[in-house]
Nanobody, 124 residues
Framework: QVQLVESGGGLVQAGGSLRLSCTASGRTFNSNAMAWFRQAPGKERELVAAISWNGGTTYYTDSVKGRFTISRDNAKNTVYLQMNSLKREDTAIYYC?????????????????WGQGTQVTVSS
């Protein structure tokens, strides 16, 4: 059974930092692009950041550029999202996802495996 398990979410004050982790089990994703999405109440799920199979290419949505960093450790089958300078508008459930492609995919439909999500709440 393939599972993606997120951790590292929580409550943080504006300006603070969190590091999300997503560890895969059941299969390896060393040849697959992976991503972090988020969904706030009443809003559609949006792509936050994505990383190619070897980490050579990354993508960030405009609102997080310069604040968030996606990385991966293929030896650990884990992808990370370092979030700095957090803002209230970053509050959402964050989901890890994996695609069959080696290159980055920027659409929700392109991702096949999903974690259950971890809540990030940023207070003022």
């Amino acid at each position: 059974q393939v599972q993606l398990v997120e951790s590292g979410g929580g409550l943080v004050q504006a300006g603070g930092s969190l590091r999300l982790s997503c560890t895969a089990s059941g299969r390896t994703f060393n040849s697959n692009a992976m991503a972090w999405f988020r969904q706030a109440p009443g809003k559609e799920r949006e792509l936050v950041a994505a990383i190619s199979w070897n980490g050579g290419t990354t993508y960030y949505t405009d609102s997080v550029k310069g604040r968030f960093t996606i990385s991966r450790d293929n030896a650990k089958n884990t992808v990370y999202l370092q979030m700095n300078s957090l803002k209230r508008e970053d509050t959402a459930i964050y989901y890890c996802a994996a695609t069959y492609n080696a290159a980055i995919v920027t659409t929700v439909d392109g991702y096949i495996y999903w974690g259950q999500g971890t809540q990030v709440t940023v207070s003022s």
